[in-house]
């Protein structure tokens, strides 16, 4: 508790264990320096953009979008709105949120602000150092994600900054062909959040969040620490 205001880390520590989309190096590290031998510590660290608790830019399935390092540091802190679908679809890994599950929420909760970023409680966070459990079998990419009649609307009608969620991806893992990324949010320059944990510890509405990236120059996204905080 910070003056009143608690602090929860949303993020996957970073390192060679964690699960990646398939066919993506792990992180990788080298220690090259030591105290006992050269008076400090340091190593070189290597990883793919999309390693672990990460940001996509606009950039990540637009070309010509926004880079990760021209993304507005002001976009970076948002209200957020968290929706939790995990008891209604259970271990179904073809799980959506749906537009009714919109609906639900604002009937129980309130409208959702313009600008949120909207985050997206699978359940699948109790999973993620579980390869096959997080991410499916091999060659059967298979997780819960944003259906696309709800995300157009979260878009469209909400004004959304960025989306979130607690899986390897906003689209479901079925969904070969990215239609959240590739047709509703990247188009009109809206981040993402992937691999979020501790979403349950958030109420639906009045958490803030604070998303720090690396401003890699021409990326397509960085790995991220996410901080939510809770008046």
């Keep these: 508790m910070l003056n009143g205001v608690k602090v929860i880390d949303l993020t996957i520590p970073l390192g060679e264990g964690i699960v990646m989309w398939p066919g993506a190096q792990a992180p990788e590290a080298e220690t090259v320096v030591t105290v006992a031998h050269d008076g400090y510590f340091a190593r070189r660290v290597s990883f793919f953009e999309h390693s672990g608790t990460h940001f996509d830019a606009p950039c990540h399935f637009i070309e010509g979008q926004t880079t990760v390092d021209k993304v507005p540091v002001a976009s970076l802190v948002r209200p957020a709105a968290v929706i939790d679908i995990a008891g209604r679809i259970g271990d179904d890994a073809d799980g959506e949120l749906l537009l009714e599950d919109v609906r639900m929420f604002e009937e129980a909760n309130g409208r959702i602000p313009d600008g949120s970023a909207v985050l997206l409680r699978t359940g699948w966070e109790e ?105």
């Design 127 to 231: 999973f993620n150092h579980d390869e096959r459990r997080y991410a499916g079998a091999p060659g059967d990419l298979r997780f819960p994600g944003f259906g696309v009649e709800a995300a157009k609307f979260l878009v469209d009608e909400r004004k959304i900054g960025g989306l979130g969620t607690d899986t390897l991806g906003i689209d479901p893992g079925g969904a070969t062909h990215f239609p959240v990324h590739s047709q509703v949010t990247h188009p009109k320059g809206i981040w993402h959040l992937e691999n979020l944990q501790n979403l349950k510890l958030l109420p639906p509405l009045g958490a803030w969040i604070v998303v720090g990236v690396l401003p890699l120059i021409g990326g397509s996204g960085s790995p991220a620490r996410v901080i939510a905080l809770l008046p």
